[in-house]
């Protein structure tokens, strides 16, 4: 997301200091000019926003202050989704957000274990969209006419399980995570996958 407000809106990153409230997964040390302080204990992000202590915030959930309507806060965007599509249309980019991740040594002794999970991923995705398209499936007043507008944008497949569909996004991920000193040397998309699991997959439904 901060490379995305740099590249596409101007935003200047290292004038920025950053607070990040939750503890990473997989410690890294950022880039030197990357101003990363932690939220204080007993403290919370929205918390911190309205109280003034900061300016805006970037977070995966819509905050409780913007849920209950206070008019201490505002989003960004006034029209968040047309803001996504207009980036996407002009970027090409679908950010990726979940990854399937296996263990070296486990494919080192059943390489089959790789392609097993694609094609089983790719099954289930595809009967996900054929339950969809029986709009009684959901509670959901215009289902019909927000899957059409998500196929008239993505097309057919929004998450395409291959590595062609995602080479730009791929790309963009990895040059972002270079430039913010989260990897120390830029990999080709190619070596972050297992070989075999690189080839197309049929379509099951």
């Known amino acids: 997301m901060r490379s995305i407000l740099q590249d596409y809106y101007g935003v200047d990153l290292k004038t920025i200091e950053w607070w990040c409230q939750e503890e990473e997964d997989i410690p890294f040390e950022p880039a030197k000019w990357i101003k990363l302080k932690r939220v204080p204990e007993g403290k919370n992000v929205d918390?911190?926003?309205?109280?003034?202590?900061?300016?805006?915030a970037l977070y995966p959930e819509?905050?409780?202050?913007i849920r209950k309507g206070s008019p201490k806060v505002a989003?960004?965007?006034?029209?968040?989704?047309?803001?996504?599509?207009?980036?996407?249309?002009?970027?090409?980019?679908?950010?990726?957000?979940?990854?399937?991740v296996i263990e070296n040594h486990i494919?080192?002794?059943?390489?089959?274990?790789?392609?097993?999970?694609?094609?089983?991923?790719?099954?289930?995705?595809?009967?996900?969209?054929?339950r969809m398209r029986d709009p009684r499936s959901f509670a959901l007043v215009w289902v019909q006419d927000?899957?059409?507008?998500?196929?008239?944008?993505?097309?057919?497949?929004?998450?395409?399980y291959n590595?062609?569909?995602?080479?730009?996004?791929?790309?963009?991920?990895?040059?972002?995570e270079y430039e913010q000193g989260m990897i120390k040397k830029k990999p080709e998309p190619e070596d972050l996958f297992f070989p075999p699991s690189l080839q197309r997959i049929q379509h099951y439904v």
């Open 47 to 56: 918390q911190m926003l309205l109280d003034g202590d900061l300016e805006a």
């Open 62 to 65: 819509v905050l409780p202050s």
């Open 75 to 100: 989003l960004l965007f006034p029209d968040p989704k047309a803001a996504e599509i207009d980036y996407y249309k002009k970027s090409g980019i679908f950010p990726i957000m979940h990854t399937v």
């Open 107 to 130: 494919l080192e002794k059943n390489p089959w274990v790789a392609m097993s999970l694609v094609e089983g991923f790719q099954r289930a995705k595809e009967a996900c969209y054929e």
């Open 146 to 160: 927000l899957m059409r507008e998500q196929r008239e944008i993505f097309g057919a497949d929004p998450w395409p």
């Open 163 to 176: 590595l062609e569909d995602n080479r730009k996004t791929l790309e963009a991920a990895i040059r972002y």
